[in-house]
Each structure stands twice: as C-alpha cells, then as structure tokens.
C-alpha cells in the first residue's frame, strides 16, 4: 500500500532554514501530484505546495511564495521541501501528501488520496 514518511523538522530560529524530505513507497508515482500542507495548533489545516511527479510542475500558497521550494527525486520516490527566511507563523505540522492528477480539480483544494504522519517545524522568534 501506498506510504508516505516525513522527516526534517525539528527547531529553527526566524529567518533559519530547514528542508523536509516525504519518502513515498508503495507504488509508482507516476500521474500523482504530491503535496505539503501544514497544521498549526488550532487551526484548519492548510495547503503550502505542491509538485506533479512526471513533469515538476510547482504550485505554492501565497504565504509561501519566494521561500519555500517544493521539489522531487523520482529515482528515490522522494519529495522535498527546502523552508527558507523560516517566520514564527511557519510553526506547524508539516504532512506529505499524494493524488492522482487524473481525479481533477484544483491542486490547492483538492482532496488527497495519501497523507503521512506528519512532521513537526517550530520556529522561534
């Protein structure tokens, strides 16, 4: 079945740097969209980015845009995410995320078929 483990988070000061890593497994990701998305402690989980797996084709929220970079290695089945110029607000439950491209719909709000466990980014000010 399909699996998705996040790793990287941890501490970091505002204005720090961390990159998250997604290994997916399972199957081949070939036609699916992979996603990040994160969760703050009471509030609604929201889109951050994401990346088709053939083409690398990139969609980012716009709190996210200029800092954050979504990207994927297809030959280890695993996506990225590098979190630069890191703000207090970034604080989260960071989840990886995977969808068939075929299911349609918008990127930002479709419903994923696969999610992680989730990894924890805290930032201090």
């Known amino acids: 079945q399909v699996q998705l483990v996040e790793s990287g988070g941890g501490l970091v000061q505002a204005g720090g740097s961390l990159r998250l890593s997604c290994a997916a497994s399972g199957r081949t990701f070939s036609g699916y969209v992979m996603g990040w998305f994160r969760q703050a402690p009471g509030k609604e989980r929201e889109f951050v980015a994401a990346i088709t797996w053939n083409s690398g084709s990139t969609y980012y929220a716009d709190s996210v845009k200029g800092r954050f970079t979504i990207s994927r290695d297809n030959a280890k089945n695993t996506v990225y995410l590098q979190m630069n110029s890191l703000k207090p607000e970034d604080t989260a439950v960071y989840y990886c995320?995977?969808?068939?491209?075929?299911?349609?719909?918008?990127?930002?709000?479709?419903?994923?078929?696969?999610w992680g466990q989730g990894t924890q980014v805290t930032v201090s000010a």
């Open positions: 995320a995977a969808d068939r491209i075929s299911s349609g719909g918008s990127y930002y709000t479709r419903e994923y078929d696969y």
